[in-house]
C-alpha cells in the first residue's frame, strides 16, 4: 500500500473514534481565527498532537486541535490551526489533514486565513471572498496519483464553488455586513513580501496575498469537494512605506481576532443552509 495512503487511513481510523456522525463540512481555521472553533456545540477537541502522522502546528495563533462538534446544529469538523509549508512539512503532511477530513465524509471544505491586502481598495479587517487563486507553492498532487480520491489531472476551473458564493454574498447582504471579492495568491513565506513584490502580485492579478491554503482547496478539488473561502484582510500591501513601516506577526493575528466574530457570524449562517 502507497505509504500515503496507509497514514491517511490511520488518521482518520483514529479521529473516527470521536465522530459520531459524518460531518457536513469541515473548516479550516486560520491565524487568529480560531474564535469560531468555541462556538461549536457538542465539541470534542482533539489534539494535532494525539492523532497519528499528523505535525504539529508552529505557527502563531495556530492552537493545533481537531473539534468535532455541531455548528448550527450541522455536523462539522474544525481545524483549530493549519501546517504550513514554511514550517519544514512536506506538502503531504501540509494536505493531511484535508485526506483525512474526505475520509470521514465531508461534503463541503471551508477554508479562512490572514492575509496582506495587495489590492488598493482593501482596508484592514475587510473579509474577502476568495473567487480564486494564483498558486506559487508546490503543487500537493505531484507524485504518484491517489487514485481512490481523485483523477490524476483535476479540474480547477472552479476552484471555489459558485453556488456557495452567492450564498454567502446573500447572506453578508441581508445582514448589512460588506464583503469583498477577489483573487488570493499563496507563497511559500515565512519572510513578508517585499514592497516589488506586492507590485508583482498585484500585476498578475492577485488582490491578496498569503502563505497557506491554496494546498488545501488542490487536494478538496481533487477529491470533488465543493470549497468556500475568506481571507481577513490584516495589513495593507503598498509600493511605498513610511521608513518605519514594519509588517508585524502578532499585529496579523491581533486584526484577524477582530474579524473572526463577524466571520464566525457568517460561516454558521452559511453552514446552517447546507443539507
Same mark, same amino acid.
Given at each position: !500500500? /502507497?505509504?500515503?495512503?496507509?497514514c *491517511?487511513?490511520?488518521? =482518520? ?8 456522525e +459524518?460531518?457536513?463540512a469541515g473548516i ?6 480560531g474564535?469560531?472553533a468555541?462556538?461549536i ?8 498532537k494525539?492523532?497519528?502522522n499528523?505535525a504539529?502546528s ?5 492552537k ?5 462538534g ?20 512536506? !506538502? /503531504?503532511?501540509?494536505t493531511?489533514? *484535508?485526506?483525512?477530513m =474526505? ?8 477554508v +479562512?486565513n490572514?492575509?496582506g491586502?495587495?489590492?488598493f ?7 474577502m471572498?476568495?473567487k480564486?487563486?494564483?498558486?506559487l507553492?508546490?503543487n500537493?498532487?505531484i507524485g ?9 489531472f ?11 458564493i452567492?450564498a454567502?454574498e446573500?447572506?453578508?447582504?441581508e ?8 483573487v488570493y ?13 506586492y507590485?508583482?502580485?498585484?500585476t ?5 496575498v498569503?502563505m497557506?491554503t ?6 478538496a478539488?481533487?477529491s ?5 473561502g475568506?481571507s481577513?484582510i ?30 464566525t457570524e ?9 443539507k
Amino acid at each position: !500500500m /502507497d505509504n500515503r495512503i496507509q497514514c *491517511i487511513n490511520e488518521a =482518520a481510523a483514529y479521529l473516527g473514534q470521536f465522530v459520531k456522525e +459524518s460531518p457536513l463540512a469541515g473548516i479550516v481555521l486560520g491565524s487568529g481565527l480560531g474564535k469560531l472553533a468555541d462556538k461549536i456545540e457538542e465539541p470534542t477537541v482533539i489534539p494535532y498532537k494525539s492523532i497519528p502522522n499528523f505535525a504539529v502546528s508552529t505557527a502563531v495563533g495556530h492552537k493545533g486541535n481537531f473539534i468535532v462538534g455541531k455548528l448550527a446544529g450541522k455536523p462539522v469538523i474544525a481545524m483549530q490551526g493549519r501546517f504550513h509549508y514554511y514550517e519544514g512539512y512536506t !506538502m /503531504d503532511k501540509v494536505t493531511l489533514p *484535508i485526506r483525512v477530513m =474526505a475520509k470521514l465524509g465531508i461534503k463541503y471544505l471551508f477554508v +479562512s486565513n490572514a492575509a496582506g491586502g495587495v489590492n488598493f481598495s482593501y482596508k484592514m479587517g475587510d473579509l474577502m471572498i476568495i473567487k480564486d487563486h494564483i498558486n506559487l507553492l508546490p503543487n500537493p498532487l505531484i507524485g504518484p496519483n491517489m487514485e481512490e480520491f481523485g483523477t490524476r489531472f483535476p479540474d480547477m476551473t472552479r476552484p471555489y464553488d459558485p453556488s456557495l458564493i452567492a450564498a454567502m454574498e446573500q447572506i453578508a447582504a441581508e445582514r448589512g455586513i460588506a464583503l469583498q471579492k477577489g483573487v488570493y495568491l499563496a507563497s511559500s513565506g515565512p519572510s513578508y513580501e517585499t514592497p516589488a513584490e506586492y507590485k508583482f502580485f498585484r500585476t498578475i492579478g492577485a488582490d491578496a496575498v498569503g502563505m497557506s491554503t491554496i494546498p488545501e482547496v488542490i487536494v478538496a478539488r481533487h477529491s470533488q469537494i465543493p470549497v468556500f473561502g475568506v481571507s481577513v484582510i490584516t495589513n495593507e500591501a503598498h509600493d511605498d512605506y513610511a521608513p518605519d513601516y514594519e509588517n508585524d506577526g502578532d499585529d496579523v493575528v491581533a486584526v484577524a481576532d477582530k474579524a473572526a466574530d463577524t466571520l464566525t457570524e457568517l460561516f454558521t449562517a452559511l453552514i446552517a443552509t447546507l443539507k
